[in-house]
């Protein structure tokens, strides 16, 4: 039986073996000699302490000989203290190690640890992880958490020294105990402890409420038999990917109970590392399936429209040669195009059961409603898939459209001349001109319209905007704009944008000014020359 005796370390009370309390005398005193510094064998016992809490030994605990000598082979012999010698290195340089940094934390250290690693001020980092935390909609929490784990704590006054990537020497150690430097424990760890439990709480109901969430909502797909509607597609595959997204919160939230457990108990054994990542491993699996299959699903449901998409071509009545006036309303369809041609006919792709174009001829005037053109493409009784229609129009020049809804595209013959045309967009609807020589253009333009010719070589424009309204030109030779110069308060903007100007002046509203852009609280006029 070995005989106990008390001894204070840095004023930490211990107990030990009287064989142990001769040999670390005996080496505390030849520190002490070999130094010449009374004060650095204080710190020596000051990291003997941080040496001790390592081995599992605290206040009032028991210090055994193999304790002792264990101790001393971690400082080294007494000599290796008469000069400034490096205790830890990595090939030759002194060793640069991540630590969470427990003496500066809010939380667990990390974000505190981080900074210290890179020289950089801890609050940049918690922004970081903040911002990150509202963008990524949690996920970030996870990933703090799981660093949480992984990172160990600063335990002695030389960990901070390798956090920081400076050589642990005893002058290094002294400064920093000279400095007040304190590693936290007791109070500081039940925080800590405290602000874990919290977060488990917080995690529990995350994960708890990610069950009662996929539980109600297989409830109620099976209740209504559309499991499969999850994709519009092939049901096998539809129902895959269902199975596929269910597993992946299930495991997900199986992820988050293993975490939680970690910060109720504190304790992250061999297998729960196993768990975790098997976790991991077929969450990603589950993931990679549902992705897969909605693509793969995607890809055959476009195979399948495109396979029952049909092409069709309607001669237009011979009077359609003469029109030189056109109303349209392409809504719901999804390209409209009138070619300037000899020919007078209609070409539609779509899907069976649209309704063939109504086209309606009045002397120079024809209108054409393409709304009811398209399709929708029904699977079983419960989902349908919209296929809009796109339509190619082919007629003489004209010398104006009117677009009641929709898009709708005027192509004109490359080199042709149209002497005028006037374009009538109304509130909600798009125009676009393309080709051609048009020596005279009237543009008016309804509330949220929008109108661009700059594809088509215009020479002089006359443009009435309303609010909301967006047009566009390229370079003209002469423009006059009217423009709202009274609008709501929460209106946007009337704009329009010419790519240049070559009459030195302008006509806005009536009034003739010196060519310039122009923006009140109405209508903005951009010149971009």
């Not at 040669?321 to 209609?346: C, H, L, P």
């Amino acid at each position: 039986m070995n005989e106990i005796t008390r001894i204070h370390l840095a004023k930490v009370p211990y107990n030990i073996e009287i064989e142990a309390k001769k040999q670390l005398q005996k080496y505390i005193d030849a520190i002490s000699v070999y130094s010449g510094d009374q004060e650095l064998a204080q710190d020596v016992e000051s990291r003997m302490v941080e040496l001790l809490a390592e081995r599992k030994i605290a206040a009032e605990g028991t210090i055994t000989l193999n304790d002792v000598q264990a101790i001393q082979a971690q400082l080294g012999e007494p000599e290796a203290f008469s000069e400034e010698e490096v205790i830890v290195e990595e090939n030759g340089k002194p060793a640069h190690r991540l630590f969470r940094d427990t003496t500066q934390a809010w939380l667990g250290g990390v974000a505190a640890g981080i900074g210290r690693y890179f020289g950089v001020n801890p609050l940049w980092i918690r922004l970081a992880f903040i911002v990150l935390a509202l963008f990524s909609f949690g996920t970030i929490v996870l990933i703090y958490v799981v660093l949480w784990l992984i990172i160990p704590p600063i335990k002695t006054v030389a960990d901070i020294l390798q956090l920081e990537g400076r050589a642990t020497t005893i002058t290094a150690i002294h400064a920093l105990n000279e400095a007040g430097t304190e590693i936290p424990t007791g109070r500081d760890r039940r925080i800590a402890r405290g602000a874990s439990i919290v977060a488990g709480v917080g995690i529990s109901l995350w994960a708890l409420g990610l069950l009662a969430l996929i539980i109600v909502v297989s409830a109620v797909a099976v209740a209504h038999h559309n499991i499969a509607d999850f994709l519009p597609g092939n049901q096998t595959i539809s129902v895959l990917v269902c199975l596929a997204f269910v597993v992946g919160v299930l495991l997900f939230v199986l992820l988050l109970a293993l975490i939680a457990y970690f910060l109720f108990s504190w304790r992250w054994t061999k297998r729960l590392w196993i768990a975790g990542l098997v976790v991991i491993v077929l969450g990603l699996a589950a993931v990679g399936i549902v992705v897969t299959g909605r693509i793969t699903d995607n890809a055959a449901l476009q195979q399948r429209l495109d396979s029952l998409t049909r092409t069709t071509t309607t001669s237009l009545p011979t009077s359609f040669r003469g029109v030189t006036n056109v109303s349209i309303n392409t809504e719901g369809v999804d390209q409209v195009t009138y070619v300037v041609s000899n020919r007078a006919q209609i070409t539609v792709s779509a899907l069976p059961g649209g309704r063939t174009p109504k086209v309606s001829i009045n002397g120079a005037s024809a209108s054409i409603q393409l709304n009811e053109t398209g399709a929708a493409y029904r699977i079983g009784s419960n989902s349908a898939v919209g296929h809009q229609a796109t339509v190619t129009i082919y007629g003489p020049a004209l010398q104006g459209v009117t677009v009641e809804g929709g898009v709708f595209t005027y192509e004109l013959i490359d080199g042709s001349v149209a002497p005028t045309f006037t374009a009538h967009v109304h509130p909600g609807a798009q125009l676009s001109i393309e080709g051609g020589n048009i020596e005279s253009l009237t543009a008016v333009l309804g509330s949220t319209a929008a109108f661009d010719a700059t594809s088509a070589t215009v020479h002089a424009a006359t443009v009435s905007l309303d609010t909301g309204t967006n047009a566009l030109l390229g370079n003209i030779s002469s423009l006059v704009v009217t423009a709202p110069d009274a609008c709501p308060v929460d209106g946007s903007l009337a704009s329009i944008e010419v790519g240049g100007v070559n009459d030195s002046h302008v006509t806005y509203n009536d009034k003739q000014i010196a060519k310039q852009s122009i923006t009140n609280a109405c209508a903005e006029l951009t010149i971009d020359n």
